[in-house]
Nanobody
Framework: QVQLVESGGGLVQAGGSLRLSCAASGRTFDTYTMGWFRQAPGKEREFVAAITWNGAYTVYTDSVKGRFTVSRDNAKNTVYLQMNSLKPEDTAVYYC?????????????????????WGQGTQVTVSS
């Protein structure tokens, strides 16, 4: 079993920054791609960013490119999402998730069905 716990959310003004963390426990962490997703009220959960098991490749949704950075520290079983230049439209609950497949390569999956373990989410609210 895998447990994922997100932290670091909060209320921030537009233009501000937040750093989300996702701590993993249980089964192997360092052989899996990790993803970040978000869900705004009344909307479907959407892909934000992901990083391969070894940190060699990352991918971002277009709306966050140049503002968000995903990283990981396998020694600490933790993945991060640094969010800069935040906008009101970034307001959502943010979730981290573990890819189903081990050692998946540079073609990083973006669909929620490709991820099997999810955290409980952390709220990010950006005021205008």
């Amino acid at each position: 079993q895998v447990q994922l716990v997100e932290s670091g959310g909060g209320l921030v003004q537009a233009g501000g920054s937040l750093r989300l963390s996702c701590a993993a426990s249980g089964r192997t962490f360092d052989t899996y791609t990790m993803g970040w997703f978000r869900q705004a009220p009344g909307k479907e959960r959407e892909f934000v960013a992901a990083i391969t098991w070894n940190g060699a490749y990352t991918v971002y949704t277009d709306s966050v490119k140049g503002r968000f950075t995903v990283s990981r520290d396998n020694a600490k079983n933790t993945v991060y999402l640094q969010m800069n230049s935040l906008k009101p439209e970034d307001t959502a609950v943010y979730y981290c998730a573990r890819r189903k497949k081990e050692y998946s390569g540079r073609n990083i999956a973006r669909g929620t069905s490709e991820y099997d373990y999810w955290g409980q989410g952390t709220q990010v609210t950006v005021s205008s």
